[in-house]
């Protein structure tokens, strides 16, 4: 067992812990929907083959979710991603069958959600999953305690059960004293905490947020950010997150899912998505990102030189590089990255500075070019699926993510991660 220098001060990327587990709570396989007339002709025929304003036309149909499959794991925070109108609220409520998808499977613990009857959908949805809308969804008319309590109305739990958990919650989300306020003496924040309560009082396995946050002006945003981080941490729930936001999808997610036009562009943990964005598209999204917040010492480190001494201070591979910058800069000997008592390679200054200074294109990074950078395991993410693998970085190769992605020091929400 090899003890590495990671302090409790220093971040390790969330996903690690629930990469850990294989079962899945949602295995999502080849999801399909399709809007308009006869959406079932568009699926499996070249109809689907079409670009979207074609299939518009010809159709009258629009394929807001194409194809898409991934897995999300127990107490994973996962994020989907892309901009406005790439198909992100249709597949999270497909998932529920909020929309019902016109192709493909959902399972949930294993159960097809699509074969449920409304009496076993109901009980899901009552039971198994809440929702967090960006418009709070609060009944104006019921006290803060009411709104809190409600999913456990419906569900039929006694009176005095519902409200000793509705106080409860209240408490979680730093609500107390405001039991007897209605949603309209609230600021928007404090509506959105009475929102988490409501969900998280029915003690559902899943968590959806459609962009929660969007309405909130931006540092009570972060607080929400900050919020979502804590309550994850104490509840431990699995967590769908829809955004549009990168900064808070690297914040929150432990693996984000970016969307485009209906289909997955990539899917990946953080450091993933900016170390090695797959396309223009994804690497547009990453651009001012950053990478010492995000990219972890897997991402820069290189193989020992033979001369070089091995006697230096350890750390770990999903230590991100921020937290590593002073001890490698302070060290006389290579920073070593230790993995279960294994040496996987060396950090030094040449490292930290070439994540920290602004990439130019095309020219090589300094990096030796035989050296594998992350893990396979690692960069097929996508568990199980095809489309999400991404590149691994290749200094040698002007468009890999080391290389792409640049480091404008903006201040973005990534930094904040933990
Ligand atoms: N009920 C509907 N009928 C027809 N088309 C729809 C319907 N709902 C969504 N769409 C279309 O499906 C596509 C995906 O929409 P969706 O709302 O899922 O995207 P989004 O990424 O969540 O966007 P936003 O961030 O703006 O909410 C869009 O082209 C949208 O116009």
Not at 16 to 22: I, K, N, P, T
Not at 389 to 397: F, N, Q
Request: charged share 30%.
């Amino acid at each position: 067992m090899v003890t590495t220098m990671t302090s409790p001060t220093q971040q390790v990327r969330p996903g690690a812990a629930a990469r850990s587990e294989d079962r899945a709570v949602l295995d999502v396989r080849g999801l399909w929907k399709v809007f308009g007339p006869r959406p079932d002709r568009v699926v499996g025929t070249p109809l689907a083959e079409l670009p979207r304003s074609e299939l518009r036309a010809r159709t009258g149909c629009v394929t807001a979710v194409r194809d898409v499959s991934f897995t999300v794991r127990p107490r994973e925070v996962f994020v989907v991603m892309g901009l406005s109108g790439s198909g992100k609220s249709t597949l999270v409520r497909c998932l529920t069958r909020l929309v019902e998808p016109t192709a493909g499977e959902v399972l949930f613990d294993g159960e097809d959600i699509r074969k449920a009857g409304d009496r076993r959908l109901r009980e899901l949805r009552r039971h198994r999953f809440a929702m967090v809308f960006q418009n709070f969804g609060l009944l104006p008319h019921r006290r803060v305690l009411d709104n809190v309590a409600y999913g456990l109305e419906i569900r039929g739990t006694g009176k005095a059960a519902r409200y000793e958990r509705a106080r409860e919650m209240v408490e979680l989300v730093g609500l107390s004293g405001f039991e007897d306020s209605y949603p309209d003496q609230l600021s928007g924040g404090m509506q959105q905490r009475v929102g988490l309560a409501r969900a998280l009082a029915v003690d559902p396995d899943v968590l959806f947020f459609d962009e929660p946050f969007s309405a909130l002006d931006p540092l009570i945003r972060r607080d929400m950010q900050n919020e979502v981080i804590r309550l994850h941490r104490e509840v431990g729930k699995t967590m769908i997150f829809i955004t549009h936001d990168l900064a808070e999808a690297l914040k929150l997610g432990d693996r984000i899912l970016v969307m485009r036009d209906g289909e997955l562009v990539q899917m990946g943990t953080p450091d993933e998505v900016v170390g090695a964005p797959v396309d223009d598209y994804v690497r547009e999204f990453v651009r001012d990102v950053p990478r010492a917040n995000v990219l972890t010492t897997r991402w820069i480190m290189r193989p020992p030189r033979p001369d070089e001494p091995l006697d230096g201070p350890e750390t770990g591979p999903d230590v991100v590089v921020r937290d590593v910058v002073h001890t490698v800069l302070r060290a006389t000997r290579p920073v070593k990255v230790v993995e279960g008592g294994e040496l996987l390679g060396v950090v030094t200054a040449e490292e930290i500075l070439g994540v920290l200074a602004e990439p130019v294109a095309g020219e090589p990074t300094g990096k030796p070019a035989d050296f594998a950078g992350p893990s396979s395991d690692r960069t097929s993410a996508g568990a199980g699926v095809g489309v999400g693998a991404v590149k691994p970085i290749d200094p040698a190769d002007p468009s890999s993510g080391r290389t792409s992605a640049g480091s404008s020091g903006k201040p973005v929400g990534s930094g904040e991660q933990g």
